[in-house]
C-alpha cells in the first residue's frame, strides 16, 4: 500500500505541476485555461486518494533482555536495603544498563551491586 500512495502522490505533483504550467499558458487561450484547471482538479483528487489509503502499521519489534549477573544472587533471600521487604524477579528492571530493584513495600529504588567473588 505504501508504493500506491507514493505513485499517487508523484501523479498528483506532475498533474499539478503540469496544470500550473497550462494555467499561465491559458492567459492567452481559454481553452489552455480550462485544460489546467481540469488538471489541477484531478491533482488534488489524486492527492485526496492518497491519503485516504491506509497502511498497515508496521510490526512492533520484540526486545528481550536477559541479565546475566556473574555473581551468586539467590533470588529468594534479596532482601530491601530500607525495610527488608523480600524482593521477586519481576521487582528488578533494567534501566541504561544496570540492574536498577524498585522495592514493592517501601518504593525505594537502588542499583544491584554485585559482591566480589573473593
Do not use: H
Not at 530500607?82 to 533494567?94: H, N, Y
Amino acid at each position: 500500500m505504501k508504493s500506491t500512495r507514493t505513485i499517487l502522490f508523484i501523479l498528483a505533483a506532475g498533474f499539478l505541476v503540469f496544470s500550473f504550467l497550462f494555467i499561465l499558458a491559458g492567459f492567452t487561450n481559454a481553452s489552455l485555461f480550462l485544460t489546467g484547471i481540469i488538471l489541477a482538479g484531478i491533482g488534488f483528487v489524486l492527492i485526496f486518494l492518497a491519503s485516504r489509503i491506509k497502511t498497515e502499521p508496521d510490526q512492533p519489534d520484540i526486545v528481550n533482555v536477559n541479565v546475566d549477573l556473574p555473581g551468586n544472587v539467590n533470588m529468594d533471600t534479596l532482601k530491601c536495603k530500607s525495610c527488608g521487604g523480600v524482593l521477586a524477579p519481576k521487582d528488578i528492571t533494567l534501566v541504561a544498563g544496570a540492574p536498577v530493584v524498585t522495592c514493592p513495600y517501601c518504593g525505594t529504588t537502588y542499583q544491584l551491586t554485585e559482591e566480589p567473588k573473593w
